[in-house]
């Protein structure tokens, strides 16, 4: 288990009392995400927030070339943004809208879908997280069992990537393989906007497209280069097929975030 060490900013009774605050609040918590597919890979992570709105952006700590223990080369992307920003998710929880924007290979794509209503069972477990005293919570999300640890001390319903709805923070969050992981590292709650405002507004919500759309545009990519592969093969050899499960081939938008 990681240990952590959070670095934290509050405004003065700001964190203890925000469902009663009048006005606006805003936040920015800095988390470190890690994911196996299938080589471990570690993105810095921020989470923006207001009343109303959260904004998760990732961006990897990867650049340029790297091995790993198969032997296997990655080469990995010089542009990790979209629209000019990280690849992000935005959750407008007023509208019931949630908008992602991922970068596909050398596409940019503005993804939209309903905002997501996460059932929680509250464990009866408990644990310190640096200063905090955190519960644990489990939820169900397309088809795989995320576990989260949340402070009811800092009372905000906002947690990393799509993970929200507790009675506070989420500081820890994995799914149940440890196949992704969250752990927050730096807290920062008060009144200013922490950029979330003009965030949001970088954004260009007429290019948004459906699930739907984005799945047929990579299967279409992916049935293009099959045709490719497969004409550059010897006369005689097997059409090239990807496997629906390939790991390293791109994914549907469920397994893209």
């Known amino acids: 288990m990681k240990k952590i060490g959070l670095v934290i900013f509050m405004g003065l009774f700001l964190s203890f009392n925000i469902t009663a605050q009048k006005g606006k609040f805003y936040g920015k918590i800095k988390y470190e995400q890690t994911q196996r597919n299938p080589s471990l890979i570690t993105f810095e992570a921020i989470l923006f927030f207001d009343n109303n709105n959260s904004y998760y952006e990732w961006f990897s700590r990867n650049n340029g070339v790297e091995k ?4 296997t080369t990655i080469y990995h992307s010089n542009s990790e943004k979209v629209f000019g920003l ?34 929680w069972a509250l464990i009866n477990e408990t ?5 905090f005293l955190c519960q644990k919570a489990i939820t169900n999300f397309r088809g795989k069992n995320y576990i989260a640890w949340f402070t009811s001390e800092i009372p905000i319903p906002y947690g990393p990537h799509k993970l929200h709805g507790l009675g506070g923070l989420i500081l820890e969050a994995y799914e149940e393989n440890y196949l992704i ?44 280069l099959e045709k490719v592969l497969s004409s550059r093969s010897p006369k005689g050899s097997n059409p090239i097929k990807f496997k629906d499960n390939c790991e390293d081939c791109s994914k549907k938008i469920e397994n893209k975030q």
């Not at 790993?68 to 032997?71: A, F, H, M, T």
């Not at 644990?127 to 200063?131: G, N």
């Not at 906007?193 to 299967?219: C, L, Q, W």
């Open 181 to 224: 992981y969250f752990l927050a590292k730096e807290i920062n709650v008060g009144s200013s906007t922490y950029d979330i405002d003009n965030k949001i507004k970088a954004i260009d919500f007429t290019k948004s497209i459906t699930a739907e759309d984005y799945d047929n545009k990579v299967n279409k990519r992916i049935e293009n």
């Open 86 to 119: 990280p690849n992000f998710i935005l959750n407008r929880y007023m509208n019931k809208e949630l908008f992602i924007g991922l970068i596909d290979g050398d596409e940019e794509y503005l993804i939209k879908e309903d905002s997501t209503f996460l059932k």
């Open 127 to 131: 644990k310190k997280i640096d200063q």
């Open 68 to 71: 790993i223990n198969d032997g």
